[in-house]
């Protein structure tokens, strides 16, 4: 009997907790409207990170609910390019949110994507800045070519063995090259021994699930850093995965920093210049690959994908490559592909634009005493993310066809604002790496859409220091592609297999390819 008895007050004790528990979390942010789950608890976050198609889902509660959307006690999701631009801008007193903490390959380093002190943060960025602009980077374009041209014998060989293409894994192979050749001057070679070298695709994408529970669960995170996780976390050691690209890259930081070593001009030469640590340079090696190499992959397969499966997109691209043949060699220069290929240069922003890259939350924390932005107010405490599906689909900036591949919305917004035709939108990083983007505020259509579309990025303080490296790899891939190989979705009732966990893990994108220029390889 007195067992019951304490079993029920034990019981009572508890549903009492946790009705207070939810009722203080409710309590957080009563203005914002969401899932009544998301509002009393982290669950509704968990379940939907763990799913693949957070992304999709926040915006389906942002069509439902306006620009703001709380998907947990103390966050709110929005689309609103006023707001996201202010949350980074550089005098603002936003910081960064708890999903940065996931980011350091030790729990006790922090690298420039998860330091959250804004003074080392700035200082980091200001070593990193040159070597990730290129001017450090003497062969920045060439080093970029000879990938390319690894790619195009890739492709070929394929074709003539007359087997179908798993595009998916060939971006990649490609942009995992194209890194490491330009970080630590040492390709690992994807694309010359086409395969899966380290296992670190595979591995890395299991990894990716748990990496994004961490970064919008802090409680998991608490869990995946605690002394428990230790064994299990990627060692330089490891014979494959993120554990053995981190052995690789801490070889390679060994190599330039030995006593007798040259200076390099790739970028370990260059944060090495501008005062990097060797611990430091390790850290932020792994940066480079793990930021770079997802996020370009999938930028490079659904520009791809969006172009040839549209017939009539694709023939203008193919019409206007030709055209300009005479002005390019084997490679493509990014400044030739900026002037001579106004549609391809279209179709790369609406490629990005229809599929950002990066959908992860990024969230900014609130000051203290909150804050009113653009007309709503935010408490204090509260992190604010990022949508980037649906800021990109914003109708009053784009047009209310909004939801479709349509490259010559950006054309036509040129000529409107009486353009030649819509630049790179690699035009607005200033000098410190701080892009300086227009905001659109009275300005025209085309600036608007511009400045919207750099959030793709993020922007001001936090901006991609890589923007202008994977803009130069699309610039060139894309128009190479397209001008020498034919291409077809091989099964047409299947495009792409994608998961979201911020970066995206996508596969089976299988393309048939046909030759359509002879060429030699060109590489090195
Ligand atoms: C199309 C490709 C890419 C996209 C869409 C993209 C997008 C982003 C976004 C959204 C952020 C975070 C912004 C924020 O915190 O608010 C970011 C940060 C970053 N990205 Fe990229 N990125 C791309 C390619 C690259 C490449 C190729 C590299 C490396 C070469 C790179 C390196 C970085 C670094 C180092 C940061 C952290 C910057 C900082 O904390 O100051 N990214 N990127």
Redesign the pocket.
Known sequence: MAVAILSLIGLAALVLYTVLTCYQNYRKCPQFDGPFLAKISGAWLFFHTFSGKLNEDNAALLRNHGSFVRISPDKVVTNDPVVLRHM?SPRSDFR?GT??DAFSTQPTLR???S?KDEKL?NS??SK?IRG?SGKDLPNLEADIDARIADLVALIGSECSNNKLIDFSSFAQYF?LDV?TH??FSAPVGYLTQNRDVYSYISKVSDFLQVLELGANIPTVQRILDSVLMAPFRPKITDADGMGAMMGMASKAVAFHYAPDAKAYPD?LGSFIKHGLTQQEAES?AM???L???D??A??VRMIMLYIITHPEVYGKCVKEIEANESVFGDSISSAASRQHLPYVQACIKEG?RIW???Q?L?S?LSPPGGETVNGVFIPGGIEVC?N?YTTQRRTEIYGVDADQFRPERWLEAAEEAGKAHAASIDQGLGED?VSVGAGGDGKTRLARMESTLE?????G???????H???I??DKVIPVLLRDFGWAVADPSRGIESKCFGVFVQKGMWLKATPRRVHDKHSE
């Open positions: 980074s960064r999903f940065y690298n420039v994507l330091q943060h980091l960025r990193l990730y942009t890194l330009i970080s970028m932020e940066v480079q690959v930021g770079g190499s996020s370009t999938t930028a990005l950002p890259p990066l992860a990024n900014k990022h980037a790496g959030l793709i990025f993020g922007s303080r936090f901006g991609c220091l890589g923007r490296i994977a803009l790899e699309l």
